[in-house]
Each structure stands twice: as structure tokens, then as C-alpha cells.
């Protein structure tokens, strides 16, 4: 269903999978059949409301956190950081 472009396995308590559609999926080390089922439920829903997953934590057993992406709309923009105009007193 999807493509995968990369597997970190750096971590000791997490998996973390890169997808060809650029979500960001954070997977446990254990249940790791319980997790994919919730991946799949959670990209149906994504599908349902027009969204694509952007990030989401599986890793945690009593949510899915997860950051949606508007399909068609590309990767986000990062805002930019905010300029403060520091006015000097004379």
C-alpha cells in the first residue's frame, strides 16, 4: 500500500519508517502486528476525510498521535521564525 524509502532502527526503544508518500511512521519494538493493524486503520481514516498522515507515533499504546497532511497539498511549509524590530532609544 505504500512505498518505503527508509527504516531507522538507530534507536533502542523505537523503529522509525520513512514512506515514499513522505509520512513519518514512529513504531514500538513489541506488538508490532497490534501497531500495523493501527496504521492501517488510521490511513483509512486519513483517506476518508481527504488527508494524508504526515507524522504518526505508534510506539504509544493509548493514542495514535498523529499529524495530518492535506492530500495534494505537498510538504508543509516550516513557518519562519519571528523577527522582533528591536528599536534602539537615542
Do not use: C
Not at 486519513?46 to 488527508?51: A, C, E, L, V
Amino acid at each position: 500500500m505504500v512505498d518505503l524509502t527508509s527504516v531507522d532502527v538507530s534507536g533502542t526503544e523505537v523503529l522509525q519508517v520513512t514512506t515514499g508518500q513522505g509520512s513519518r511512521i514512529t513504531f514500538g519494538l513489541d506488538r508490532l502486528d497490534d501497531q500495523l493493524r493501527r496504521w492501517r486503520l488510521v490511513n483509512d481514516y486519513g483517506k476518508k476525510i481527504g488527508q494524508a498522515i504526515r507524522t504518526l507515533d505508534l510506539s504509544i499504546t493509548n493514542n495514535d498521535p498523529v499529524v495530518w497532511l492535506e492530500v495534494g497539498a505537498g510538504s508543509p511549509v516550516a513557518p519562519k521564525p519571528l523577527k522582533l524590530n528591536k528599536k534602539k532609544h537615542v
